[in-house]
């Protein structure tokens, strides 16, 4: 309950404050959060570790503080999204590529379509900027407890139109419906958190993949498009919408997944390259504990 009030207390009153005065906020909370959560500061030391391994401590160090740094601001953006003027955020805070090239005119087409991202940016904010364009997309949220702080974050999100439901069989139901109805779904790739998954290489070592964006679009017969965003100083954001991903569809359905993972994780490995800091994970990605007992199970169950 503690945590509820917490963020009801910032969602519902500091989020009125100017977006500056959060942005401040947000860093003085991630350097408090830096020196007083030294497990998610290994983690975030370890991910990076892999997208950079020869990088001299420093590099890395730096690298680490700016993603707590970008997740303060993912906090400070969500508490302001109710307050957003979203036509001003579209002319003077965002850069986009081949949004207006190519989404919109499938979009205005009646074609539903995957738009794969990460924890990469802020994926969310970007979201926002096909509201002024006449577009409402559909997304999936990892639920967080208590169930009524996942409700007021998905309130809060769907503030300026879109729809976000939990991760659950329910709302896997309501994505692949948005899709036939001809939305844009956001989904993610980067995180392992609930559904199917496969343990593919990423940066030369294997770890658990979700693969569940994939296959509702390989199932769905939807285009699925890597997007991306990245912050430009503390107000600016620019996106990208990449060359989609291919396969020659075979009789194998797995083997086409994990054909088209391997296409997103390539893609994926290059954005985390050209800008490290900007993956905003707290979580560990690789060797995770209980890692190697969760793929001695799935082992056991695929023998079965």
């Known amino acids: 309950m503690l945590k509820y009030i917490l963020f009801w207390v910032v969602f519902r009153l500091l989020g009125r404050l100017p977006l500056g005065v959060l942005y401040t906020i947000g860093d003085m909370a991630a350097a408090i959060g830096y020196r007083v959560c030294p497990g998610v500061r290994a983690n975030v030391w370890d991910n990076l570790r892999h997208v950079m391994p020869d990088a001299p401590k420093s590099k890395v160090r730096k690298a680490a503080k700016q993603v707590f740094r970008n997740v303060g601001y993912y906090y400070a953006d969500l508490a302001h999204m109710p307050h957003m003027d979203l036509q001003d955020f579209l002319e003077n805070r965002m850069i986009l590529h081949g949004v207006r090239e190519t989404l919109l005119p499938l979009l205005e087409s009646g074609q539903g379509v995957v738009m794969l991202s990460a924890h990469y940016g802020n994926a969310e904010l970007a979201m926002q900027a096909m509201i002024p364009l006449g577009q409402k997309m559909a997304a999936v949220t990892e639920p967080i407890k208590p169930p009524a702080l996942s409700r007021l974050l ?26 036939r109805n001809g939305q844009a779904v956001a989904l993610m790739g980067d995180r392992d958190i609930k559904g199917p998954r496969m343990r593919l290489p990423f940066f030369g ?100």
């Open 205 to 304: 070592r294997e770890t658990w993949m979700p693969t569940g964006p994939i296959e509702v679009g390989l199932r769905i017969g939807c285009p699925i498009y890597p997007s991306f965003s990245a912050r430009r100083g503390r107000f600016g954001l620019e996106c990208w919408l990449e060359e989609p991903l291919y396969v020659e569809r075979t009789d194998d359905f797995q083997a086409d997944v994990r054909a088209l993972e391997l296409q997103y994780i390539a893609r994926l490995e290059q954005r985390l390259r050209d800008e490290p800091d900007q993956w905003a994970v707290f979580e560990r990605i690789w060797d995770a504990p209980q890692a190697k007992v969760e793929q001695r199970r799935e082992t056991q169950k695929a023998a079965a």
């Open 154 to 179: 998905n309130e809060v999100r769907s503030s300026s139109g879109h729809v976000f439901h939990p991760v659950s069989v329910g709302g896997a139901k309501r994505i692949i419906q948005a899709l």
